[in-house]
């Protein structure tokens, strides 16, 4: 009798360990799952017949990381305001924004490129903080608020450049670092490096990021605990003015030029990475590593299958896809994690 009972709490240990493994693989897919298959693709297309030449060349690897090196940073830019509750529909705008106002600086008014970077920034943590005044303080509805912000902004660049280029005494130095490379790595891609190495460190290793995602997760229940709720949502729609603003700067780097683009265009590749941020690695919440992922991955497919000969619309096709799967995924992964919780 006794030997039937170890031989059924064996099989009972044996079923619970297996049970264990089983939920621990899952998680790791679960949460690993997009990396997964970014570096899935990045192989596939590294070796198919059609695409593997030119898409594993240095060239190219270097012109994909250059080109998504502005749209991490408006990415980032969202992550703020993202963690506290709200979406930020203006970041986009502010980003036009702020390379019009550096690009205008040097070129109208003859300032050196410290002053004009630092106007912009200026600028963006502006827009940033009177946004946040009308959310947090007025209780306007974020999304009217952020969007019509976006608006306004963009017509404003329109009227000032009257649809043209302003490519006038941009700084050289400012548009080496969006187009020259240190030792192979383009120098954009290191100062989009390092921003995201701030805002990680903001958001992951200060009370500030606690209290952000505290915020988010439960306004009131913060309110209770003694966090200054308004302050805390206020401070996210200005930071995300800053960085914003910082993507601008490099937007002008990158082109060398500010032309009349209103900035929505960088608005939809960014949401999709921060959506896709909160299906991988910190499931349900916004992250910094996700985002990188999320836009790698998005990139990656998109150079991938231009290669191989897919139509010119695929780019756009695929960034709507992507974000609606983001959104869903998302929604669900909330779900998942309150039913675990």
């Not at 966090?227 to 200005?238: C, G, K, Y």
């Not at 990656?300 to 709507?320: C, E, K, M």
Request: contains cysteine; positive net charge.
């Amino acid at each position: 009798m006794v030997n039937d009972n170890r031989a059924v709490d064996a099989d009972t240990i044996s079923w619970a360990g297996g049970g264990r493994a089983h939920r621990s693989a899952a998680v790791v897919i679960e949460r690993y799952g997009l990396l997964f298959m970014l570096v899935i693709m990045t192989v596939a297309f590294a070796i198919l017949p059609t695409s593997g030449e030119a898409f594993r060349s240095v060239a190219n690897v270097q012109a994909l990381l250059a080109n998504q090196a502005v749209g991490l940073v408006v990415a980032l830019a969202l992550l703020f305001p993202m963690a506290a509750g709200f979406l930020d529909f203006s970041v986009g705008a502010v980003s036009a924004t702020a390379c019009v106002v550096a690009a205008t600086s040097m070129s109208r008014f003859g300032l050196p490129v410290w002053a004009a970077i630092a106007l912009a920034l200026a600028a963006g943590v502006l827009v940033g903080t009177l946004l946040g005044l009308l959310v947090a303080r007025f209780s306007m509805n974020p999304f009217i608020a952020t969007l019509g912000m976006a608006t306004l902004l963009g017509g404003a660049i329109f009227a000032y450049t009257d649809g043209r280029q302003i490519t006038k005494d941009i700084s050289a130095g400012l548009t080496d670092l969006g187009s020259l490379t240190w030792f192979g790595v383009p120098r954009i891609v290191l100062a989009s490096a390092m921003v995201a190495v701030v805002v990680w460190f903001l958001m992951g290793q200060t009370p500030l990021g606690r209290y952000l995602f505290a915020v988010g997760s439960n306004a009131t229940a913060a309110r209770l605990v003694g966090v200054n709720v308004m302050r805390i949502q206020l401070v996210s729609f200005a930071l995300s003015g800053l960085v914003a603003s910082m993507a601008g700067v490099l937007l002008l780097a990158r082109q060398g030029a500010a032309t009349s683009d209103s900035g929505m265009s960088m608005l939809f590749p960014a949401l999709t990475a921060v959506f896709l941020s909160t299906i991988v690695v910190d499931l349900g919440r916004p992250s910094v590593l996700g985002t990188v992922i999320g836009v790698l991955f998005v990139a990656v497919s998109v150079s991938g299958l231009t290669l191989v000969g897919a139509p010119s619309w695929v780019s756009q096709v695929f960034n709507g896809a992507a974000l609606l799967m983001a959104v869903g995924l998302a929604s669900v992964g909330r779900k998942g994690v309150a039913i675990h919780r």
